[in-house]
């Protein structure tokens, strides 16, 4: 019996769309994303309306629930180019009523005027790049809008969208706990209905992983200092209806952010642009997707027929894993039995009883979730649960 | 055929200098402007044939040339030039290596000057009645300062600087004024053709074609091919199957007379059937006394070798056997660990060999190892009045049928400026040191002492550089065995005993000893999931104590998209990062624990 035939189905359908340019690139960022000094945007256009109609044709029939335009910054894409490829999304797959469209959007100078059409476009949902509530801090993080600015952003976005959340980036540098309480609490009463809430990660490849290697990267909070700033989030959140239902992301219930509950809920994603991840299910198999992540060889490779570089089935075992290390981020944890088809056999019940035991898991109807105590701690707790 | 070369006409030398002050460098010089070599076989460092010494820039093996040189005045000479290790771990093999020569060219990097390892070496050629040619190198460069150099080698080493060579091995500079003073400032070695053969034993090595090679210093008689040798230490006999040169690759020879330096080869089996020292001589007609000064090189260290993945035991036991046949120096035995599984207790001559065993047998074999906590080899003496000798702490005995103990002590020498002595006095006092005698040559100190080899073997000689800021030179010997009060310090992690860690301590440092040992762990043990108690304890009684937290942060913040991949590559990540590691009850340690917990920092 192919058990892993529908596995997607428990999480619906989304489509990831990359757009790999920014004005400037952050230090701290490892996201595919470019400067570029000048973008053909036609060509551009055409070349994600050609790679939405291959994938279309392998994907048939699909209800479609989400649309996610990440970045980068795709913001800076034509509204145009956003319309026309949302009008073809909608002229190859059904959509579901209440599909949710979401931008990723920098709070640069952003006119009323964009917006408007950004909404006329098709868009649902605006997330918006803050990441911190002080200008030295804004500088330090390379970032190039002031905290007026962003806030004048938001208000346009939060005039024209009924969603509207936004990033913050903390554990900076030099930050103290007390610091970040503030801002945090500062930031929740602007906050909606969600809000993402990043750890600063500091990633091979980029200026802050270099300076860091280098001992030049000073005053980051040591682990300890960080833990409480984690653990501080949720119950500052929790205190202005605001639930921690993913590590770092946070929302009034029912306003959870649904494309990515389709990641973390393991369903099937297809990946259009430079750099893109997809997970999609052909004909009974699962397989991992990437596209070329170089901007210039996606774009002339997708003319020529496919933007796709890669194409993987993925071994039950490896569908598991990947299922569990997505699911145990959110509040609702992972389906035991959903597991143990994918892996073709039980969870490893001694780790599941010792970490329970511990009092980093519980174990309730038929799922793991990890606790409080535990989700600081998620890459251990993930490791000892799948641990050979 | 080809005659021997008269003593006059031979110039055997060896060249002493401190690491990177461009020993090597001088050495191709010398080979390739005397055409040995021709330009275009000529590869960097010719004479550092294995890749860790390459790497680590040491030499391990004496390695040797002979260089053709018609000089100035018109006549050709022989040079042989013994290229030597530096460490004091291979003292011995240097000392072996010193007296098979006449003379020594001291390098000296003029931007530099004098350090560490060209006093440690420089008093072997001295000890060894060599005639020095000081050689000040790197004058190329813009931070070149001969003159301070020139006047420190004389403050500093006490010898003649006035004529000292300038030199730039790298550009050629003053190499030819180089090769002259070798013919006319060195001495011509001394020997008669007509005695019994005396050869010296310099060094032996294993080649996979020739089998075992011999490098010979005649300093009496004639040896020639078919000749019946023995060995005078060992009894053993051999026909010789070839005799040859280093130029620096093979050539054979048919006779090599007094002062000539060459190799044999005789179907030797194994490295381990030769001893450096050892003096060779014919069968028949053989000399009656062999030369002075042998002695057998015996390990000093012991510790255990285990493979991380204990499936690799077998190829373990492989590459160490090979390893074995061509360093005589090394032993190994096999050893069961409870934690550690299968592998090998393994003797050396210091941590530098134990070192370099280790890096050959990770590196050319593929094997990860664990190292255990190196040991001497003590004498624990039973009420019965049996002598056992326990190489591995794991082994002691009940202390109920001890009646007592002994440890290896060494005479220990170090020059040093007199602004370090104290430091270095505190230093050798702190770990145990009868303080022998306290001289002064000029500005500098020589301090004698006598001290327990186990206060040495881990991080004496890594302490002593970094008080002295490389200016000590340090050299030693085992002189005996002495009574002390020795106990066994375990280490127990999360409430379990890790045997690998044991170590045996006197029991007025246990304490000391202790705490740095627990303290150092819990740097080393990375946090887990819940807190970890690490003591030191001797006989159940706990005598340093440290807890290491538990973890408190381990999550990735951001989701990257669907870019489950990633995460799946962190998980594998996570997974080979626990290979790396040995479980101990719930607790990973990872192998660089066993060694670096027993270096300490004072
Ligand atoms: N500029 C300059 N560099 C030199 C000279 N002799 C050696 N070196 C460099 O010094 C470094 C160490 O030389 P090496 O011969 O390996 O030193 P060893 O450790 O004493 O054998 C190498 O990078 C050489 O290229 C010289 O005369 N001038
Ligand atoms: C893909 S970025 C795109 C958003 C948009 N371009 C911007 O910067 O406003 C999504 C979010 O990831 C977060 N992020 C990026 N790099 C990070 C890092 N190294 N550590 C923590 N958060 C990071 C930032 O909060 C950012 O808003
Ligand atoms: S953080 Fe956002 S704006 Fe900055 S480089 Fe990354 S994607 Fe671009
Ligand atoms: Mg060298």
Known sequence: ?388 | MRLMTPLSHIRNFSIVAHIDHGKSTLADRLIQSTGTVQDRDMKEQLLDAMDIERERGITIKANTVRIDYTADNGEKYVLNLIDTPGHVDFAYEVSRSMRAVEGSLLVVDSTQGVEAQTLANVYQAIDADHEIVPVLNKIDLPASEPDRVREQIEDVIGIDAKDALLVSAKTGIGIHETLEAIVHRLPAPKGDAAAPLKAMLVDSWYDSYLGVVVLVRIMDGVLRKGDQIKMMQTGARYGVDRLGVFRPAMQPVDELGPGEIGFLTASIKQVRDTRVGDTITHEKKGADKPLPGFKPSIPVVFCGLFPVDSSEFEDMRDAIEKLALNDASFTFEMETSAALGFGFRCGFLGLLHLEVIRDRIEREYDIDLITTAPSVVYHVHMKDGEMRELHNPADMPDLTYVDHMEEPRIKATILVPDEYLGDVLKLCQDRRGIQQELTYAGSRAMVVYDLPLNEVVFDFYDRLKSVTKGYASFDYQVVGYREDNLVKMQILVNDEPVDALSTMVHRDRAETRGRAMVEKLKDLIPRHMFKIPIQAAIGGKVIARETLSAMRKDVTAKCYGGDATRKRKLLDKQKAGKKKMRQFGKVDIPQEAFINALKMDS
């Not at chain 1, 256009?45 to 048939?60: G, K, M, N, S, T």
């Not at chain 1, 929740?188 to 091979?204: G, M, N, P, R, V």
Request: net charge negative.
């Open chain 1, 1 to 388: 019996m192919p058990v892993s035939a529908e596995d997607w189905q428990d999480g619906g359908f989304g489509l990831y769309i990359h757009w790999p340019f920014c004005e400037a690139k952050c230090p701290y960022c490892d996201f595919n994303s470019h400067v570029a000094r000048r973008i053909d945007q036609d060509r551009w256009r055409r070349a994600y309306l050609a790679e939405i109609d291959r994938v279309a044709d392998e994907l048939p029939g699909r209800v479609l629930n989400t649309i996610f335009f990440g970045g980068g910054t795709p913001s800076l894409m034509d509204p145009d180019s956003v319309a026309a490829i949302l009008t073809r999304i909608a002229q190859r797959w059904p959509m579901a009523n209440d599909a949710e469209i979401t931008l990723e959007a920098n709070p640069g100078s952003v006119e009323a005027g964009r917006f408007r059409a950004f909404r006329a476009a098709g868009i649902t949902r605006i997330s918006m790049g803050i990441q911190a509530l002080n200008d030295a801090d804004l500088r330090r993080l390379g970032r190039i809008h002031s905290v007026d600015e962003a806030m004048a952003a938001f208000d346009i976005a939060r005039g024209t969208f009924d969603r509207v959340s936004f990033d913050l980036i903390y554990a900076r540098q030099d930050q103290t706990l007390a610091d970040w309480k503030a801002e945090l609490n500062q930031a929740l009463t602007k906050a909606i209905d969600h809000i993402s809430l990043y750890q600063l990660t500091i990633e091979d490849g980029t200026a802050f992983g270099d300076r860091y290697r280098l001992g030049k990267l000073r005053g980051l909070p040591d682990d300890d200092a960080a833990a409480d700033m984690f653990d501080a989030t949720a119950e500052i959140c929790a205190a202005h209806g605001f639930e921690r239902y993913e590590v770092s992301n946070h929302a009034r219930p029912g306003s959870e952010a649904r494309h990515n509950l389709i990641y973390w809920r393991y369903g099937d994603y297809a990946g259009i642009g430079p750099g893109a991840h997809g997970r999609i299910t052909v004909s009974g198999r699962r397989y991992a997707t990437e596209t070329h992540r170089n901007p210039a060889a996606w774009l002339s490779a997708a003319e020529r027929g496919t933007g796709e570089s890669l194409r993987e089935p993925l071994a039950g075992m490896e569908q598991a894993a990947e299922y569990a290390m997505m699911s145990l981020r959110i509040g609702e944890g992972m389906d035991i039995g959903r597991y143990a088809r994918l892996a073709g056999q039980p969870l490893n019940a001694v780790a599941l009883a010792d970490l329970s035991e511990q009092g980093f898991v519980t174990e309730r109807g038929g799922r793991v979730v990890v606790t409080g105590r535990g989700l600081p701690l998620l890459n251990a707790v993930t490791g000892q649960l799948l641990a050979d």
